[in-house]
Each structure stands twice: as C-alpha cells, then as structure tokens.
C-alpha cells in the first residue's frame, strides 16, 4: 500500500500552485481517506496507457480535493485474472473496515463479480471505467460476452460508476441498464505543453497508441500504402508487449509494402523522450476501433497539433472544438483506409485546410481543461459517496 500524503494527525500539508509566487504555497488541509486498487502494472514503463496515466495523474491531484490517497497495486492478467490474483484482491478489500471508500479501477473490478459484488455491500465503492470490457478489439466472441455479463453485474452493485467521457456514460447506462445518477463523468485533463515546432509543418506523422488491434495500426499502414507517393513519414510510439502476434503480423505488413524506412514502430516513450515526439510531429494520426475519450489527441492538441483520427466512441470529444467554433482536426469512418488515404492528400495538398486546423488546435489547446478539473470531478463522486447512508449487510 501506498500513501502518497503525509497523514499526521489527519492534517496533511498540501501543494497549491499560485502563479504569483515563485514557489508553492502550502495549505493546511484536514483528509478524507480513498482506497485506490489498481492494476499491478500501473507504473510500468514498457507498457504505458491511458488508464495507467489516469489512475497515477489523479492520485497525485486528488489530495488537493480533501482525499488523501491510499494506493493499492494488485498484479495479475486482468480483467481475466488467475487464481492468486483473485485472492489476493479479495484479501486487499476484506482487509478495509466496513464504510471504507473504495475506488476500484474497472480493469481489476470488472472482471471479478465474484470479488467485488459481496464486498459492495459493507464498502462504498466507486469503479472508475476506463474502456467496457467487451470493447476491446481480438476477444473471441464468447469471452467478449463473458467479461461484458460480468462487467454489468460489477456495475449493477455499485453505488458509484465514473466514466471518462459524456460518451461512455451514455454507454454504459444505456448498454448494462444503469441508474443514470449512478453514473458520473470524469473527463481526463491535459498539460499544456510548449507548442509543437513540427518537422516541416505537414510531413510528420505522429501516432501514439499501444499497438494493438482495438489501436488499428494496420488500416494505418494500409492508408500510407495508398499514399506513398506522398512526402509523409509515420513515427508509431506505443508498448509492442501486449499483442505479439498483431505486432508481428504488423511488421509483416509494413514489409509488404516496403514501407521499413518511412514507418518506424519506436516502442514505448515517456518523458523527454515522448515530448520529443510529439515536439516533431506535424499531424496525429490514430486509427482506432474503441476508444472512450482518446488522451493522446488531447495530449497531441496541448502542443497545437491537429489530428487525424477515427470517428468512434469518444474521440469526437477529445477532438472538440476551439472557442471560435473551429474543429482542430478530421473524424473519418472505421473499417475505412480508403478514407483516411484521401484525408491524407487533403493535408498535404491543401495549405488552407491546414491552415485552418492549426489554428483550430491552437485555441483547442487554449481551452483544454487541465488535470485539477479531472481531479475535481473524482472527489465530488467520492464525497457523496462517502455521505450516502450504507447498505445494510
């Protein structure tokens, strides 16, 4: 378990940012207390995603919404977890007394009915969704409807279901049959970043996804097979360990179209070495089947960079709009190449369209809510969970 404020005598001293002082001030603040259970793999670097950056990003803001934060990683191949990742989940919630709220990140909670659904009636739970599980893309139609039955029985015992997106709350209500005011929304933030300089101001590709199926990096080097007459080179940065057999077959593709020298899967980045990425891109591309918001756009839109991507789920989102009302970038159909190929002659060929679209990410980028919004919504779900009477055993 990890606590990542310092709790004496309930009073933690809290960082709070005022750009008028050089350093932070600190503010004295009485904590409620949140258990957080999350994936084992939330901090691993060779294998980032936006639900771990969620879950890390918010525990580190939510103690500056009155909840002092106590984290605790179960490691197991969730949402279909072994039999010693099951007991020792089941031991984690046992452990905490009875009214402890909890928030339980949907990838371990989902899965597990068995788990979580005895342990609702004694704990206030809220399960943070980051995908529905039937969502991701190469499940085997059985265990697609398996985790899915599993997942609505999860939800239907809860007191608290937060999503990431208008989008998939509306999912989740209408698909697994939720009480509407059950479900809360809590968008994720974004850093502004410095702007990006770009390469030439239009021939850099950047896409930054984990590679595999649900991403759809193969309808992506389809699309630049179509165009290679074109000036374009396609940088792939995203974890190349969950899917060995797509990441393979993906390399077979990109050969097949002699694409080695122009399309280059980097792997993993974070840090400085992603801020270079995104600092060199001149357009994002992501061409994914399911998405629930779509971080790496918002993150691509926080350095001026226009987008290029699938219209699915809550990517519309995620794109938005400028103040002025202009769309910084171009939603194209799934399961369409064809599409997204013309899309790509339109950017290169057009200097007014993109025109047009860097200006629309530059006041997008002026507009994103940042983190503390994210944070804020969290510990408002948290508070009146923590106040509601609870269930009787």
Same mark, same amino acid.
């Given at each position: 378990?990890?606590?990542?404020?310092?709790?004496?005598?309930?009073?933690?001293?809290?960082?709070?940012?005022?750009?008028?002082?050089?350093?932070?001030?600190?503010?004295?603040?009485?904590?409620?207390?949140?258990?957080?259970?999350?994936?084992?793999?939330?901090?691993?670097?060779?294998?980032?995603?936006?639900?771990?950056?969620?879950?890390? @990003?918010?525990?580190?803001?939510?103690?500056?919404?009155?909840?002092?934060?106590?984290?605790?990683?179960?490691?197991?191949?969730?949402?279909?977890?072994?039999?010693?990742?099951?007991?020792?989940?089941?031991?984690?919630?046992?452990?905490?007394?009875?009214?402890?709220?909890?928030?339980?990140?949907?990838? !371990?909670?989902?899965?597990?009915?068995?788990? !979580?659904?005895?342990?609702?009636? @004694?704990?206030? +739970?809220?399960?943070?969704?980051?995908?529905?599980?039937?969502?991701?893309?190469?499940?085997?139609?059985?265990?697609?409807?398996?985790?899915?039955?599993?997942?609505?029985?999860?939800?239907?015992?809860?007191?608290?279901?937060?999503?990431?997106?208008?989008?998939?709350? @509306?999912?989740?209500?209408?698909?697994?049959?939720?009480?509407?005011?059950?479900?809360? !929304?809590?968008?994720?933030?974004?850093? +502004?970043?410095?702007?990006?300089?770009?390469?030439? /101001?239009?021939?850099?590709?950047?896409?930054?996804?984990?590679?595999?199926?649900?991403?759809?990096?193969?309808?992506?080097?389809?699309?630049?097979?179509?165009?290679?007459?074109?000036?374009?080179?396609?940088?792939?940065?995203?974890?190349?360990?969950?899917?060995?057999?797509?990441?393979?077959?993906?390399?077979?593709?990109?050969?097949?179209?002699?694409?080695?020298?122009?399309?280059?899967?980097?792997?993993?980045?974070?840090?400085?070495?992603?801020?270079?990425?995104?600092?060199?891109?001149?357009?994002?591309?992501?061409?994914?089947?399911?998405?629930?918001?779509?971080?790496?756009?918002?993150?691509?839109?926080?350095? *001026?960079?226009?987008?290029?991507?699938?219209?699915?789920?809550?990517?519309?989102?995620?794109? *938005?709009?400028?103040?002025?009302?202009?769309?910084?970038? +171009?939603?194209?159909?799934?399961?369409?190449?064809?599409?997204?190929?013309?899309?790509?002659?339109?950017?290169?060929?057009?200097?007014?369209?993109?025109?047009?679209?860097?200006?629309?990410?530059?006041?997008?980028?002026?507009?994103?809510?940042?983190?503390?919004?994210?944070?804020?919504?969290?510990?408002?779900?948290? /508070?009146?969970?923590?106040?509601?009477? @609870?269930?009787?055993?």
């Amino acid at each position: 378990m990890t606590d990542l404020t310092v709790d004496r005598a309930r009073l933690a001293y809290v960082p709070v940012q005022n750009p008028a002082l050089k350093n932070a001030e600190i503010v004295p603040m009485s904590l409620r207390s949140v258990h957080f259970v999350l994936p084992g793999g939330v901090d691993d670097p060779a294998a980032p995603s936006g639900g771990n950056a969620y879950d890390r @990003r918010v525990s580190l803001d939510l103690p500056g919404f009155g909840w002092q934060v106590h984290q605790h990683a179960v490691a197991g191949e969730w949402p279909r977890p072994g039999a010693a990742a099951r007991a020792e989940l089941a031991r984690t919630l046992r452990e905490l007394p009875d009214g402890t709220v909890v928030l339980l990140d949907g990838l !371990v909670a989902c899965g597990v009915p068995e788990v !979580v659904v005895p342990e609702a009636e @004694r704990l206030r +739970i809220a399960v943070l969704v980051h995908l529905p599980l039937g969502d991701e893309t190469g499940l085997a139609a059985g265990t697609a409807a398996e985790l899915d039955a599993r997942e609505r029985t999860v939800l239907r015992a809860v007191p608290a279901v937060v999503a990431t997106s208008d989008w998939a709350v @509306r999912r989740l209500v209408s698909h697994h049959g939720l009480a509407p005011e059950r479900v809360h !929304v809590a968008t994720p933030g974004a850093d +502004i970043a410095p702007l990006a300089s770009g390469t030439d /101001g239009v021939s850099r590709l950047l896409c930054v996804a984990a590679v595999t199926p649900r991403k759809g990096q193969h309808r992506l080097v389809e699309a630049l097979a179509a165009v290679t007459d074109l000036p374009w080179t396609c940088v792939c940065v995203g974890g190349l360990g969950q899917d060995p057999e797509y990441v393979a077959g993906l390399r077979a593709l990109i050969r097949e179209h002699g694409l080695e020298d122009r399309l280059v899967l980097a792997g993993p980045q974070a840090g400085a070495e992603l801020d270079a990425s995104y600092a060199a891109a001149d357009l994002m591309v992501l061409m994914s089947y399911a998405e629930t918001y779509g971080m790496a756009v918002t993150e691509a839109l926080a350095r *001026g960079i226009p987008v290029l991507a699938t219209d699915v789920g809550g990517l519309p989102e995620a794109v *938005g709009r400028a103040p002025d009302g202009g769309v910084p970038g +171009i939603l194209v159909p799934p399961e369409d190449p064809a599409a997204l190929a013309a899309e790509l002659r339109g950017w290169f060929g057009e200097a007014d369209v993109r025109r047009r679209l860097k200006a629309a990410a530059r006041g997008r980028r002026a507009a994103l809510d940042g983190w503390a919004t994210t944070a804020r919504s969290l510990a408002a779900v948290l /508070g009146r969970l923590s106040n509601e009477p @609870r269930r009787a055993a």
